[in-house]
């Protein structure tokens, strides 16, 4: 049996990102992440926040040293 997917509150979901509690807000206001309403309180799937970040890093881009240009 795989254990349960906490769910975060925006505070927990804030601390994480290491931004303020109105950044994780906004992303729920705008629709821009899946969330869960518990009565009145919105929880954010530990997965979700993983997938979120996930499809937003950027990775670096490798340059080989025989393919630089010199400026004239």
Same mark, same amino acid.
């Given at each position: 049996?795989?254990?349960?997917?906490?769910?975060?509150?925006?505070?927990?979901?804030?601390?994480?990102?290491?931004?303020?509690?109105?950044?994780?807000?906004?992303?729920? =206001?705008? *629709?821009?992440?899946?969330? +869960?309403?518990?009565? !009145?309180?919105?929880?954010? $799937? /530990?997965?979700?926040?993983?997938?979120?970040? =996930?499809? *937003?890093?950027?990775?670096? +881009?490798?340059?080989? !040293?025989?393919?630089?240009? $010199? /400026?004239?």
């Amino acid at each position: 049996m795989t254990p349960p997917d906490p769910l975060l509150s925006i505070a927990q979901v804030a601390d994480l990102l290491g931004t303020t509690e109105r950044f994780p807000r906004r992303l729920v =206001a705008e *629709r821009r992440i899946a969330f +869960v309403k518990v009565g !009145r309180h919105v929880r954010i $799937r /530990a997965s979700v926040l993983a997938e979120f970040l =996930a499809a *937003r890093t950027v990775q670096p +881009v490798t340059i080989r !040293r025989g393919h630089l240009r $010199r /400026a004239a």
